[in-house]
């Protein structure tokens, strides 16, 4: 059996998994940018990865995960949000605290630990961010749509990614714009033009730039059940 993967392998690979999901180009540069470390030490941990089979490393083409290589990013992304949870259900952190916090520790936790944290948990489905919590042995985590790719009437549920800027944060906040928030949109303006939320009973404006950043669940429509007479 292999050596257990490093700290910086695992954040490799998840940062690879969320780069091709956003339809970014995975190559080393944009890489070593995400992770904030040189080219030179992406470009290592990329070779030795590629060694282990868990991803594939072609000139011009960029570097592609292989199914291997995505199983193990999709339970460090699952890790990283049963700890996220913890943090912040348990230990009362703030939702836009929990991220950084998480990466300082999960990649010690035992399995077994990960496990019974879960259950401890009462099974979450999402981490204070909004984004859910794939379930053990999934390959693939269902990308969600950006709030601007929502139309007049749709109903969605507000997931904000870890990464994003304080300012913005503080910003979002002020509209009652936060992960788990259920909003619906009133208007859209054309051409690029911002969108009208309805949030919390307020109508709220949200320019393009703001909503390009923020994630959501959409709510199913419900079907109507159309029985004959
Ligand atoms: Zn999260």
Request: hydrophobic share 40%; proline share 7%; charged share 30%.
């Amino acid at each position: 059996m292999a050596n257990p993967l490093t700290k910086s392998e695992r954040e490799t690979l998840k940062s690879l998994y969320r780069l091709s999901r956003d339809g970014g180009d995975a190559h080393t540069g944009a890489l070593a940018e995400a992770l904030g470390v040189a080219p030179g030490t992406a470009t290592a941990t990329v070779k030795r990865l590629a060694e282990r089979g868990l991803l594939d490393h072609r000139l011009y083409r960029g570097v592609e995960l292989t199914t291997a290589g995505r199983a193990v990013a999709v339970a460090a992304i699952r890790r990283h949000r049963i700890v996220e949870r913890f943090l912040a259900d348990m230990l009362g952190y703030a939702w836009n605290e929990a991220d950084r916090l998480a990466t300082s520790f999960e990649h010690d936790l035992p399995q077994e630990v990960e496990e019974r944290l879960y259950v401890a948990l009462d099974r979450p489905q999402s981490c204070p961010h909004g984004f859910p919590i794939p379930a053990p042995e999934v390959v693939d985590i269902p990308a969600m749509p950006h709030l601007y790719a929502l139309e007049p009437g749709d109903v969605a549920t507000v997931a904000v990614p870890g990464s994003t800027d304080p300012e913005m944060v503080a910003f979002l906040d002020t509209l009652g714009l936060r992960p788990g928030v259920r909003v619906e949109v009133r208007e859209k303006h054309p051409f690029d033009g911002p969108l009208v939320l309805r949030v919390d009973g307020h109508d709220r404006t949200v320019g393009e730039k703001v909503a390009q950043h923020i994630y959501v669940k959409k709510d199913l429509e419900m079907i109507k059940e159309t029985k004959p007479a």
